[in-house]
């Protein structure tokens, strides 16, 4: 059982990369913001608590996002483990993490705040999967359209200059921290998110143990 957590900048590529390791090991991705994200879609009494919060690009409570982790981690439904990404963000979470979960890695993709502005602001996310795609990198063959399953592309919410300033403060005042306390626990692994998101995973992978990832051949 592996137990990991991803940490970078908004726009680092935590989703993407989550979703690479978490294919081929057989982990569970947990999103906190996909989980916070889901229950404003869907009008839950938690969605309507925390839509205003995330939308003004502040981070909802820590009692609440404390709660959501422990919630869907005692589903275990993680055989093989899991990969958290958005959690934690401050140090107060780290230390309610630490306390409960013994963890096998922390993954942080490292990227510049210039190139953070870049990615974050031509962000497009297909509302019925959820895939990610960037107007300056990896277009959808047709225009405002999931080329995985056909599903109108749109931009989150929180992914406007002034919701990002807010985030980037957050994460630099309040994240970044987390990081020195898990160094000392030499846990850490810092990648470079610049490269293609295959080149981030195989050194993801080089530096966690892991076998690298096979790449399907090309079809004819
Ligand atoms: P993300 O998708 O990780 O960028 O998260 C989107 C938004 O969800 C954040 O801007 C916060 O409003 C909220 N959120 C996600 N994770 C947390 C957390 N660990 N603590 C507080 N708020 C969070």
């Not at 140090?91 to 942080?108: C, N």
């Not at 987390?178 to 293609?196: C, N, Q, S, W």
Request: with cysteine; net charge negative; proline share 5%.
């Amino acid at each position: 059982m592996r137990k990991y957590v991803i940490m970078g900048v908004q726009g680092s590529g935590k989703g993407t990369q989550s979703q690479l390791l978490a294919r081929d090991l057989d982990l569970v991705h947990i999103s906190v913001g996909d989980i916070f994200r889901w229950n404003v879609q869907n009008h839950t009494k938690m969605g309507a608590q925390v839509r205003r919060v995330m939308a003004e690009g502040n981070l909802v409570g820590d009692e609440m996002a404390e709660s959501v982790v422990q919630d869907r981690l005692t589903q275990h439904d993680w055989n093989y483990g899991f990969i958290i990404d958005g959690f934690p963000r401050n140090r107060r979470q780290a230390l309610f993490f630490l306390e409960s979960y013994d963890i096998d890695g922390v993954i942080h993709l490292d990227l510049p705040d210039s190139e953070v502005r870049r990615r974050v602001l031509g962000r497009r996310l297909c509302a019925n999967c959820g895939m990610d795609y960037n107007s300056l990198a990896g277009s959808p063959h047709e225009a405002g359209q999931c080329d995985a399953c056909g599903g109108p592309l749109t931009t989150r919410e929180d992914d406007n200059e002034q919701a990002l300033t807010v985030r980037l403060k957050d994460y630099h005042e309040k994240t970044n921290p987390v990081l020195d306390l898990f160094r000392r626990k030499e846990y850490v692994i810092t990648v470079d998110a610049r490269p293609d998101p295959i080149t981030i995973q195989q050194d993801i992978r080089r530096q966690l143990g892991l076998p690298p990832v096979v790449e399907e051949p090309e079809e004819k």
